[in-house]
């Protein structure tokens, strides 16, 4: 039976080389876990700027915005950079499947991104976050249909939502139409009802589901300030955990520190659970209910000779 796991760790405030080598720290205890598949949080290489408001007021946005939206910029990765090399070449050494959460530079616009790694191929697919939530929005750029892969690996067939996404109930039906038997969830949220909302997704989708999260200390302990936080309280404090499809927690929630959580599964567990609830099979209606997906990349500009 295949093992899987969620690494909760947080990016370094050293930025992305720094935070690319305490995940590449993980390769000895990726292998000798045996995980056949590891997912890791939103936004990890990039970071996830929480409590930064980039200068922005409603009506207008101040030169110091910009700079720190420029050094954002700079610590995005490209997918063609020496960082997504790097992670390939971990997925190779540890023999493991790999689902990662970045900020992905593509033109002049930044998106929040799960990039899918494969031992034997590398890279092989990306999902970009469709809906960025609040103030996201005014850094990263939507996703598109095009951008909703299932992909094979040793431990099942994987598909990924980003944080909030996993909230958009359409967004869930067409990824169970696609037959996943592993929900990724790579996150920053941390409070319980998040805990509520992945045993949610395990029990409708009858699937496997691995939520990572980014874990952070407090402000106190980075030496920074944020507006309206509690300076003692941690940015993030995790809740990594992998749920099984009745909803049951067969690993974590981790909280408040770095590491591996794993649980070996059983893809079997996913035939009996949809006995008596299949959301896209004998439950669903599709005389009364039907969803149209859209999977068409969409450009700004097309040129036709």
Known sequence: MPTIAALQIGSSQSGKAETLANMLAFAGEITSSGAQLVVMPEALLGGYPKGEIFGTRLGYRLPEGRERFAAYFANAVDLDGPEVKALAKLSSQTNASLVVGVIERGGSTLYCTALFFDPQDGLVAKHRKLMPTGSERLIWGQGDGSTLPVVPTAAGKIGAAICWENHMPLLRTAMYAKGLDIWCAPTVDERDIWQCSMRHIAHEGRCFVISACQVQPSPNDLGIEVEGWDADRPLIRGGSLIAGPLGDVLAGPC???????????????????????????????????????????????????
């Open 255 to 305: 909280f408040n520190e770095t590491g591996l959580v794993t649980a070996e599964i059983d893809l079997a567990e996913i035939v009996r659970a949809r006995y008596d609830f299949d959301p896209v099979g004998h439950y669903a209606r599709p005389d009364v209910f039907s969803l149209t997906v859209d999977e068409r990349g969409k450009r700004a500009v097309s040129f036709t000779e």
